[in-house]
């Protein structure tokens, strides 16, 4: 499954960077939603990789704290990108004349770069806030990777504080994006339902509705861990649940985006058929 997410976030980064059709704001947003799932695996699946081939199952205190500032960094990004990318669906659908205007190279850098430096800082506050906690002895977390809530939970010293930070931040960090999520969809939804003609309505819809699996799969996943975890005496039933939003929906995205999408479909076209037409020329 990490090999599958590697290889298939790298083919939609490789399609849109190689196409020029793809050179829109769209594509570029999903090459960056890519680029951060690759990342976000990157943190917690390899060291669990290397955890079941050595049969030991130690991290180190630093590496602990590396995989929360990461983790926190990259899971972060992934629900800002999401939102930016809602964003830009409303513009293209509610504001179809001025789309080329308003979403210029300027501004998608823009939010790009603004969605990199609140999940930088976030996530320095986060692992900064980890480093101030003690533990007493050796500590066994329940999960697959260091995790800022169990991490919390294990800690000797007082973590009012952290806990105070770590729910207030979850709470604006998924709540924000999330509130700018449905409000960019409501008015997509309206707007799309004032259009006459049912293949208007289609063409219209079919432009977002792969952005809508993935916010959809993202979302109920991470609610789904949310939940399981609030239940008492179920650490295991968290990290289970955990997989999925940590593998199963970065694996899914390439598949949503390129299965559903004739643009992306073309390009991986080209593109291999231009890989393969090196081939040959070296051949010969
Ligand atoms: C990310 O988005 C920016 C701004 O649109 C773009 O210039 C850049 O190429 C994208 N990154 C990737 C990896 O595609």
């Known amino acids: 499954m990490y090999l599958i997410i590697v290889f298939g976030n790298l083919l939609i980064i490789l399609a849109v960077g190689s196409d020029s059709h793809l050179h829109t704001p769209m594509y570029f947003f999903l090459a960056n939603l890519s680029f951060v799932d690759i990342c976000f695996t990157s943190t917690t699946v390899p060291k669990m990789l290397l955890n079941i081939q050595t049969q030991s199952k130690r991290i180190t205190y630093e590496g602990c704290l590396c995989q929360i500032y990461f983790f926190v960094l990259f899971a972060g990004l992934d629900i800002f990108l999401l939102t930016v990318m809602a964003y830009d669906r409303f513009v293209a659908i509610c504001h179809p004349l001025h789309y080329m205007v308003i979403m210029n190279p300027r501004l998608c850098g823009l939010l790009v770069l603004l969605s990199w430096v609140m999940s930088i800082l976030h996530s320095l506050l986060e692992s900064l806030m980890a480093l101030q906690l003690s533990f007493c002895t050796e500590v066994e977390i329940p999960h697959f990777f260091c995790e800022l809530n169990q991490m919390i939970h294990l800690a000797c010293s007082d973590t009012f504080l952290n806990n105070m930070v770590m729910y207030f931040a979850a709470m604006l960090l998924a709540g924000g994006p999330f509130v700018g999520i449905l409000y960019s969809y409501s008015k997509i939804i309206s707007s799309i339902h004032g259009i006459s003609s049912a293949q208007g309505k289609y063409k219209a819809f079919s432009t977002c509705a792969s952005h809508l699996s993935v916010v959809s799969l993202f979302y109920c996943t991470s609610l789904g861990?949310?939940?399981?975890?609030?239940?008492?005496?179920?650490?295991?039933?968290?990290?289970?649940?955990?997989?999925?939003?940590?593998?199963?929906?970065?694996?899914?995205?390439?598949?949503?985006?390129?299965?559903?999408?004739?643009?992306?479909?073309?390009?991986?076209l080209r593109f291999s058929g231009l890989t393969a037409l090196k081939g040959s020329i070296v051949l010969g």
């Open 225 to 268: 861990v949310y939940l399981s975890s609030a239940a008492p005496q179920s650490s295991h039933a968290s990290a289970v649940a955990s997989v999925m939003y940590t593998v199963v929906t970065p694996m899914l995205n390439p598949f949503i985006y390129s299965l559903r999408n004739r643009d992306i479909k073309e390009a991986l």
